[in-house]
């Protein structure tokens, strides 16, 4: 036999905005200012990591044009291009998603350090 249990909903409570958060939606100079500050910040981290993934990238096929030879070379009977994917592209695009997980997560730490400051 089945049985349901249930609990009483829990009421949340009405979230109040600062004031410093509610200057981001006021339509003047000083709420455009902390926006575009933010959104700058959001691009120089995402730009600074598009960059060597951009470049890692377009590395490998550079690779294969130069090193016509390395689509018949073989690392312990594994074919060279599968080592330099598995192990020169894939692990270093990895690390760049945890450098801008971290970067991107700090930007927006400081933004709101900022505005709970005022």
Do not use: K
Request: glycine share 8%; with cysteine; net charge neutral.
């Amino acid at each position: 036999m089945r049985s349901v249990v249930r609990a009483r909903p829990r009421q949340v409570p009405a979230r109040v905005p600062s004031p410093a958060t509610e200057d981001l939606f006021e339509e003047d100079e000083y709420g455009r200012t902390l926006l575009g500050s933010l959104i700058r910040a959001q691009l120089g981290v995402t730009v600074s990591v598009l960059l060597p993934a951009g470049v890692l990238l377009c590395l490998y096929p550079l690779l294969a044009v130069l090193l016509p030879g390395l689509a018949q070379a073989t690392v312990l009977g594994v074919p060279l291009a599968l080592v330099l994917l598995g192990g020169g592209i894939y692990p270093p695009m990895v690390l760049l998603g945890v450098v801008y997980v971290r970067r991107a997560e700090r930007v927006e730490r400081q933004f709101s350090d900022l505005l709970q400051d005022q």
